[in-house]
């Protein structure tokens, strides 16, 4: 498995993503700069919140290129056949493919989280808000949400990338995943809330909702930025119950891709 990570990495390396993230880190500097530029008040919280969501959508579109290029494009070339002519196991490859992707987006969360925060500390100088920005322990422990986010996604989309007989699936349902994942919270909590009144609404919604909980873990719970932006931190309980969400549900997607590209031939 060690030789399909460092492989994985040189590959990606090698190519364009490492100079893709450093272009992407300074159009991240000067979208949250200039975001803080319009806000009125506390720029530097707008800044912030401006640049996490920017890192969540790069990060993600990365990791799914990445899959895209380290595995469902090997098995499309049926280039994979080269690797499993070794003495390997199936399941070294598929597992040394989904660390080396964690790799590569390890090293790109560091490169956009300092360029984050230069753009932060660049925004606005001369205006002292009244509610300072949580840039130590709260800004990091945001960043390793988002890195346990986009490692959902990335099993995800590997996973569906051993099952796939088409090259661009897994980057079109890991996209699709990242939606509905995000998205999903928001509506929980909008029906629980009521729908604004609307008992129809609420009603007809209420089980579908409850059904694809089933399905789609809620990736706002990896979400902790409302610790660095407003002070609220999370309690342990929900950042332990969240991680340990976020790892079940990959190890079981990565699995069940196991399973199938056991059971798949390449003919």
């Known amino acids: 498995?060690?030789?399909?990570?460092?492989?994985?990495?040189?590959?990606?390396?090698?190519?364009?993503?490492?100079?893709?993230?450093?272009?992407?880190?300074?159009?991240?500097?000067?979208?949250?700069?200039?975001?803080?530029?319009?806000?009125?008040?506390?720029?530097?919280?707008?800044?912030?919140?401006?640049?996490?969501?920017?890192?969540?959508?790069?990060?993600?579109?990365?990791?799914l290129f990445w899959v895209q290029d380290l595995v469902a494009r090997e098995i499309d070339r049926k280039i994979i056949l080269q690797s499993l002519s070794f003495p390997v196991s199936r399941a070294a490859f598929l597992f040394g493919r989904y660390f080396a992707v964690l790799a590569l987006v390890c090293l790109s969360t560091c490169i956009l989280a300092l360029s984050l925060l230069l753009a932060v500390a660049l925004s606005s100088p001369n205006y002292d808000q009244d509610f300072?920005?949580?840039?130590?322990?709260?800004?990091?422990?945001?960043?390793?949400?988002?890195?346990?986010?986009?490692?959902?996604?990335?099993?995800?989309?590997?996973?569906?990338a051993t099952v796939s007989t088409v090259s661009m699936l897994p980057l079109l349902v890991g996209a699709g995943f990242a939606i509905a994942g995000k998205a999903l919270g928001a509506a929980v909590d909008y029906l629980a809330r009521g729908a604004d009144g609307d008992a129809p609404f609420a009603d007809a919604w209420a089980g579908r909702v409850e059904t694809v909980r089933w399905l789609i873990p809620d990736l706002s719970r990896v979400d902790w930025r409302d610790w660095p932006l407003y002070g609220v931190a999370p309690s342990i309980e929900v950042i332990a119950w969240s991680v340990l969400m976020a790892v079940a549900y990959s190890a079981i997607v990565l699995a069940l891709g196991w399973r199938a590209l056991e059971n798949r031939e390449f003919g």
């Open 132 to 160: 300072r920005v949580g840039l130590g322990l709260p800004f990091w422990v945001t960043i390793a949400g988002l890195v346990i986010d986009v490692s959902v996604v990335a099993a995800v989309a590997l996973a569906t």
């Open 1 to 63: 498995m060690f030789e399909f990570i460092v492989s994985g990495l040189r590959s990606g390396i090698r190519g364009r993503s490492v100079q893709i993230v450093f272009a992407l880190g300074l159009v991240l500097v000067a979208v949250a700069y200039l975001s803080a530029s319009f806000s009125p008040r506390h720029p530097r919280t707008v800044a912030l919140d401006v640049g996490f969501s920017g890192m969540r959508f790069t990060l993600i579109l990365l990791s």
